[in-house]
């Protein structure tokens, strides 16, 4: 998958984010770390969660509802 990305370094930080993927955004102290943890936080979110392998506390599972700013 190719995806473009965008990079703004912010003081020390290096932000990473791209559109493609809605939702991943990431920092690192240098451009290429930046890149790797972007990467990185893409592929975690492609994995399902699989709810058995969470600690056996409490779980709640609700649908909630998130409305567009005005």
């Not at 939702?23 to 893409?42: H, P, Y």
């Not at 592929?43 to 409490?58: A, C, G, N």
């Amino acid at each position: 998958m190719k995806i473009k990305a965008t990079f703004v370094k912010d003081g020390k930080w290096w932000v990473a984010w791209t559109d493609d993927v809605p939702g991943a955004m990431t920092q690192g102290k240098t451009l290429e770390e930046a890149k790797e943890n972007l990467i990185d936080a893409i592929r975690e979110m492609q994995q399902p969660v699989d709810i058995s392998k969470l600690p056996k506390k409490e779980i709640l599972l609700e649908e909630i509802e998130v409305l567009g700013k005005n």
